[in-house]
């Protein structure tokens, strides 16, 4: 292997485990659509109109 390979192969390792801890920090804080807390409807009176 050469020099020019090894370097290449040195950044696209940094580069894939920069962009691996990205995705998995950003996971984190995220929640899934489908795990949120559903929000209640705004309790309000209804007025009668006579």
């Known amino acids: 292997m050469t020099k020019s ?3 290449f ?6 580069f894939l ?3 691996l ?3 998995w920090d950003m996971s ?3 929640t ?3 795990n949120k807390h559903k929000k209640e ?9 006579d």
């Open 9 to 14: 192969l040195t950044a696209a390792l940094i």
């Open 17 to 19: 485990a920069i962009v």
């Open 41 to 49: 409807p705004a309790k309000t009176e209804v007025q009668k109109q």
């Open 5 to 7: 390979q090894k370097t």
């Open 28 to 30: 984190q804080r995220t």
């Open 21 to 23: 801890y990205i995705a």
């Open 32 to 34: 899934a659509p489908w």
